[in-house]
């Protein structure tokens, strides 16, 4: 499985971004698509992350600002950031869980990251 995120840039304080993150290759399954972020010195976390049932899951620093949603047709996942703070400055990183067949364990892949910079 290859990610391929994009939408990551400079925005001001308040302003809005979207990221995007396109999955592509061999798979019989994609079974969660989600995004974490790492800031330099501290451990990566998760952001959000939405299931095959759309099920969905943020993380409490986010809750109310950013939407995750999901193109099955697609194979893509995306997060809407609204309102964003200096503090999401990060970079973010597509994460996806998939299998290989209908008997496969699920794999975690992840995406090369993108920046996100807050600042006026």
């Known amino acids: 499985v290859q990610l391929q995120a994009s939408g990551g840039g400079l925005v001001q304080p308040g302003g809005s971004l979207r990221l995007s993150c396109a999955a592509s290759g061999r798979f019989f399954s994609i079974n969660v698509m989600g995004w974490y972020r790492q800031v330099p010195g501290k451990q990566r976390e998760l952001v959000a992350s939405?299931?095959?049932?759309?099920?969905?899951n943020y993380a409490d620093s986010v809750k109310g600002r950013f939407t995750i949603s999901r193109d099955v047709a697609k194979n893509t996942v995306y997060l809407q950031m609204n309102t964003v703070k200096s503090e999401d400055t990060a970079v973010y990183y597509c994460?996806?869980?998939?299998?290989?067949?209908?008997?496969?364990?699920?794999?975690?892949?992840w995406g090369q990251g993108t920046l996100v910079t807050v600042s006026s």
């Open positions: 939405i299931t095959n049932e759309g099920i969905t």
């Open positions: 994460n996806v869980g998939s299998r290989r067949t209908s008997w496969s364990p699920i794999v975690t892949y």
